[in-house]
């Protein structure tokens, strides 16, 4: 290959990019959107599962005294007044004025009394999980006021209450805090790969599809410049957005995820020169399949249009590798490398868990990702060496 005419080729088709809006809000798009997304989503959700304050609005205070003032006691909860019963109870939840309330029974005293189980119920609405850690953290208390009271009631009648735990069950964590947020942060690596067909999305369907449509192919079809040089110069350009914004988008995670507290959760997200290094060096080859898989699948299309439509299942490529992950777990692993997308995702996990996969991991990799991509660019090239290109318009 002449590394002139590519160049020359691949030139081109930037200017005409750079000419193209829909290119450059693709290239942001793709690159903005999904890390300021992400990052807010997880932001809520951290938030929400470490509120330091639980408001408990309460009906029927007045039958469950002691529970009430032990709720009271309790760090981080304040007791307030709730509707006056239980039917207002329920327009407050359905209404959203209250996320929940806690309703004492009538009856409840006269079965306290008694040492017979007495009844609260949680008036909640489960089609909004907005108050679920609230919920949760209200219904954790009852159960440790319950067994509380459980507990003094067989020391009243001199029975220890260890009898009522024939079996203690204890949870033993073996994971480190690098692979729990590795979890947590499962959505990092789709992200990235997403951006790499999002961001070349454009470009790929304009330089084949485009120009098709436009009559812009045929002119540059009749220079004397090898079809497999042309396709290469179009798929190097291409391969340019891929990965700025592939670059944009770990750029923008990195700096988002940074304002999370995950602290508060016990997940510790850190992102040293080394794994970005690494990162790098798994996730940038898909920037060059990426390309390549659109520019291909653009050729059989007759216009824009078309060509929209096909990438519209090609950018769904990248979820792949997520999807397999939730699915089917036992089968994921570092064995995955050499397969394009679920090799890049399984080893961006590895590096985000904390571990340092082999080097022969890297290079099947990349070898296969090339593979594809050249044998993509060379199916390309075939296609643009036939005349149904230009005749059947």
Not at 148 to 170: F, Y
Request: hydrophobic content about 50%; charged content about 15%.
């Amino acid at each position: 290959m002449n590394a002139k005419r590519l160049w020359v080729v691949a030139r081109k088709e930037l200017i005409d990019a750079g000419r193209d809006r829909r290119a450059i809000i693709g290239l942001v798009i793709g690159s903005v959107i999904g890390p300021v997304l992400l990052a807010g989503m997880l932001n809520f959700q951290v938030r929400r599962q470490t509120v330091t304050e639980l408001r408990v609005p309460v009906t029927g205070g007045q039958y469950a005294p002691l529970l009430v003032n032990w709720l009271r006691q309790q760090a981080g909860v304040s007791v307030v007044e709730g509707p006056a019963d239980m039917e207002a109870a329920q327009a407050a939840v359905r209404g959203g004025r209250e996320p929940f309330v806690l309703a004492i029974a009538t009856d409840y005293g006269k079965k306290f009394a008694g040492m017979r189980p007495a009844q609260v119920q949680i008036v909640r609405d489960s089609t909004g999980n907005a108050s679920s850690g609230g919920r949760e953290r209200l219904r954790r208390l009852i159960g440790q006021y319950s067994a509380e009271i459980g507990g003094l009631r067989l020391v009243a009648r001199g029975v220890s209450p260890s009898i009522a735990h024939a079996v203690a069950v204890e949870d033993l964590e073996i994971s480190t805090v690098q692979q729990r947020a590795a979890r947590v942060l499962s959505m990092l690596p789709m992200m990235v790969l997403f951006a790499a067909f999002t961001a070349a999305l454009q470009i790929s369907s304009d330089a084949t599809a485009g120009e098709r449509e436009r009559g812009a192919l045929e002119p540059l079809l009749l220079n004397p410049v090898p079809r497999i040089e042309l396709v290469t110069g179009k798929w190097l350009a291409a391969a340019i957005f891929a990965v700025v914004g592939m670059l944009g988008t770990l750029a923008l995670m990195v700096a988002a995820f940074s304002m999370v507290p995950f602290a508060e959760t016990g997940v510790r997200f850190s992102f040293t020169v080394a794994q970005v290094v690494q990162w790098l060096a798994v996730v940038l080859p898909a920037g060059l399949l990426a390309p390549a898989l659109e520019i291909y699948l653009a050729s059989f299309a007759r216009t824009f249009k078309e060509a929209q439509q096909y990438m519209g299942f090609v950018i769904m490529v990248p979820m792949l590798g997520l999807m397999g992950s939730m699915a089917f777990p036992g089968f994921t692993g570092l064995w995955l490398a050499p397969v394009p997308i679920f090799g890049q995702f399984e080893l961006a996990k590895a590096i985000l868990s904390g571990e340092s996969p082999a080097v022969t991991w890297y290079l099947l990799s990349t070898i296969s990702v090339a593979a594809c991509t050249a044998t993509l660019i060379a199916l390309a090239a075939g296609l643009f060496r036939s005349e149904k290109l230009i005749t059947s318009r």
